[in-house]
């Protein structure tokens, strides 16, 4: 979008809204109704008051345990039911919206009464074990269209198990030191910032590009031991003179991590532990917007032996390894475990 030509909005202001911008992308698509933005004006609707909890995290009663565990026998954080709720009520309201699908929530809600074609799947707060010591957290959302014949109600999980590559858009938020909505339909990824002051999102990047290398490894290397062996071997290559050696960088919340990485370029790897033998994130709500996200921006998402994107989903909560950032790298550590599964399987043979 060429900035110059919308000082001369409505009160000669300088910023476009993400508002704004969605409509002039949906411009592109004749069959656009806008009903695409009035959702998505749903989801930062939400962020916006999410962002507002967790900036007051600590003197509004958000902190700290909920005093329940989730389907995934996770402790519940305070602020990921409130922000559950926040996006179920916001997108709830949106009679386009058929049915949400959340890491909070055991089964996908079909929202009542509604023919609406959209399906939106979120992680309503990422990085919770972060929440109560004042590090960066994130919502993560992906949209996808259902299946209209199968409006007579048959089983709306069919609807939501759709391989990341049909996903219509996906995004996150992240509440950093500022809050940042970043966002693609599939025309490139466009950052937003929220300006307190005007209350809205507004435009800050345009086509955001991942550089194509970077000396950068972000990963939780207190699970080494369980690593495949592929890993640690380009981990402990990183480490050399002759590599770099790459800086480490690890926050701990996936939408941080690789707010970073986008930016920056680099990798971020959640391999498979002993703990998490499926790597730990969630494939629908983490693995797939990110993935797209990175895709659009020219970097490569893998589960280290296939494309994120292609995954076909047998459940919802279900997990995956994921090694997500500037392609160069990917790819490098694609080559180190084939190289090394190689060995291992003549080993293990
Ligand atoms: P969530 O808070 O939504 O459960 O996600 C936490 C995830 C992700 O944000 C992060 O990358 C990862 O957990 C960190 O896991 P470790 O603490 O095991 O490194
Ligand atoms: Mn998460
Ligand atoms: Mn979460």
């Given amino acids: 979008m060429?900035?110059?030509?919308?000082?001369?909005?409505?009160?000669?202001?300088r910023f476009v809204t993400m508002e704004e911008h969605i409509i002039s992308q949906q411009r592109n698509h004749p069959t656009a109704t806008g009903g695409f933005s009035w959702l998505l004006s749903g989801i930062t609707l939400?962020?916006?008051?999410?962002?507002?909890?967790?900036?007051?995290?600590?003197?509004?009663?958000?902190?700290g345990e909920a005093g329940d565990v989730n389907l995934h026998g996770e402790q519940q954080q305070k602020l990921d039911i409130l922000s559950n709720r926040t996006l179920e009520e916001c997108l709830g309201f949106r009679e386009n919206v058929g049915i949400l699908a959340s890491e909070e929530l055991d089964e996908p809600k079909v929202i009542r009464g509604s023919r609406g074609k959209?399906?939106?799947?979120?992680?309503?707060?990422?990085?919770?074990?972060?929440i109560d010591v004042n590090v960066s957290v994130g919502t993560i959302f992906a949209v996808y269209e259902r299946d209209t014949?199968?409006?007579?109600?048959?089983?709306?999980?069919?609807?939501?198990?759709?391989?990341?590559?049909?996903?219509?858009?996906?995004?996150?938020?992240?509440?950093?030191?500022s809050t940042v909505l970043t966002y693609t339909t599939g025309e490139g990824?466009?950052?937003?910032?929220?300006?307190?002051?005007?209350?809205?999102?507004?435009?800050?990047?345009?086509?955001?590009?991942?550089?194509?290398?970077?000396?950068?490894f972000s990963v939780n290397e207190g699970n080494w031991n369980s690593f495949p062996r592929g890993v640690q071997e380009y981990l402990k290559w990183c480490k050399t003179k002759e590599a770099g050696p790459y800086t480490a960088r690890y926050i701990g919340s996936l939408v941080a991590d690789f707010h970073r990485t986008l930016l920056r370029g680099g990798i971020f790897l959640y391999?498979?532990?002993?703990?998490?033998?499926?790597?730990?994130?969630?494939?629908?709500?983490?693995?797939?917007?990110?993935?797209?996200l990175a895709e659009q921006a020219g970097g490569k998402a893998t589960d280290g032996k296939q494309r994120i994107l292609d995954k076909q989903p047998e459940s919802l909560h279900e997990r995956t390894p994921l090694v997500v950032g500037s392609k160069g790298e990917v790819e490098l550590v694609e080559e180190f475990m084939h190289r090394h599964a190689a060995q291992e399987a003549l080993v293990e043979g």
């Fill in 118 to 130: 959209y399906i939106v799947i979120f992680d309503p707060l990422d990085g919770s074990s972060n």
């Fill in 271 to 292: 391999p498979p532990t002993s703990k998490a033998p499926k790597g730990k994130l969630r494939l629908m709500y983490e693995a797939n917007p990110i993935a797209f």
């Fill in 46 to 63: 939400a962020a916006r008051i999410i962002s507002a909890k967790v900036r007051r995290a600590g003197i509004i009663e958000v902190l």
């Fill in 189 to 216: 990824v466009h950052m937003f910032t929220l300006d307190p002051s005007v209350g809205a999102f507004v435009l800050a990047q345009e086509h955001v590009k991942m550089p194509e290398t970077g000396k950068m």
């Fill in 2 to 13: 060429d900035l110059e030509h919308n000082i001369d909005g409505p009160s000669n202001r």
């Fill in 149 to 177: 014949s199968n409006f007579n109600g048959s089983d709306p999980l069919m609807d939501v198990l759709q391989p990341g590559v049909k996903q219509l858009a996906a995004g996150y938020i992240v509440y950093g030191s």
